[in-house]
């Protein structure tokens, strides 16, 4: 049910992920660019700067996970903290499929002292999760304690601790002076079972060396410029490059659902004091409009249901 409708929003993005492996198949690397998706929900959500940079960072982390899944393998995001963001939702999948919303958009914080959004002041203290649908019945689900709430490093924890895989994440997001994104993306190089101790530190410094991702992208470079310019010297072999899009699963029948499910005596209070429902999707803000006669039919088959 879930997929079957899935509705993408036309956004003109050059969006997409790549996958390589290099040093002869000992290091995974993957890159994304999100520009245009992540300004695409800055805007509908109309969010405030560090908003959007921690939703930009988190958009390209997921972007890259769901790249690493097979096909309709979804992946679910959420970073939970006690900062004034609350939690940041992000959904991936294996197809390129995207979307992702923070609870609270409109947070304002002052520059942290090298001048830049203070992404882990707005995250605060709390837990990454990431939840993996496989399709086969109960999802798996690891998470680790925040590190800094600054994304990246949290990311990289949430590998080497769940997934006993080092990694090393980098993630940017430059904000335009209208509200809107002018560059998101990040790079993850991992570290597969093979790799030396020599070969570690060679990545690491590697990874140390490479200039903002964010501006990497405002100046125009693509996802294997990123992995060419971070890992180029341990000849990275391209597997994949999978276009992304800004999807959403809502739809006017899942709406009718949540509407039955408040129950014959919430719906009734509803079509007593307001007459109509508007609902708004928390990923998209697609709104649903119900008057007062589709109330009253979904009232109806509640109805029918029980007798
Ligand atoms: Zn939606």
Redesign the pocket.
């Known amino acids: 049910m879930a997929n079957c409708n899935q509705q993408s929003i036309e956004v003109n993005t050059k969006d997409y992920v790549v996958q390589a492996t290099a040093a002869n198949g000992r290091v995974r690397a993957l890159a994304a660019v999100v520009t245009g998706i992540a300004d695409e929900i800055a805007r509908r959500h109309e969010m405030w700067p560090v908003a959007a940079a921690a939703l930009g960072r988190t958009l390209a982390a997921t972007a890259m996970i769901g790249a690493m899944q097979k096909g309709k393998e979804k992946v679910t995001v959420q970073i939970i903290g006690d900062g004034p963001l609350e939690q940041i939702t992000a959904d991936g999948d294996g197809e390129g499929n995207l ?1 992702g919303y923070v609870q609270n958009p409109y947070v304002d914080l002052p520059l942290t002292e090298q001048g830049k959004l203070n992404v882990g002041a707005a995250v605060g203290k709390g837990h990454l999760w990431v939840i993996r649908d496989l399709g086969l019945g109960e999802p798996y689900r690891g998470g680790v304690p925040l590190v800094s709430g600054e994304i990246a490093e949290d990311f990289a924890s949430y590998f080497s601790q769940s997934e006993q895989t080092p990694s090393a994440v980098a993630l940017g997001v430059l904000t335009g002076p209208d509200g809107g994104v002018r560059a998101a993306g990040g790079l993850i190089i991992q570290l597969l079972p093979e790799a030396s101790e020599g070969l570690a530190v060679v990545v690491e410094q590697m990874v140390a060396d490479l200039p903002s991702v964010s501006g990497l992208i405002d100046t125009g470079s693509t996802p294997e410029d990123i992995i060419q310019r971070t890992i180029g010297d341990l000849q990275p072999k391209y597997l994949r490059m999978l276009p992304l899009r800004f999807t ?3 739809s006017r029948e899942r709406c009718e659902s949540a509407l039955i499910a408040l129950g014959a005596e919430e719906l009734d209070k509803l079509i007593e004091e307001q007459g109509k429902a508007e609902l708004t ?6 709104q649903y409009l119900f008057d007062k006669e589709e109330l009253k039919n979904l009232q109806a088959r509640i109805e029918k249901t029980r007798t």
Do not use: K
């Open positions: 979307r959403c699963t809502c999707c928390r990923f998209c803000r697609a």
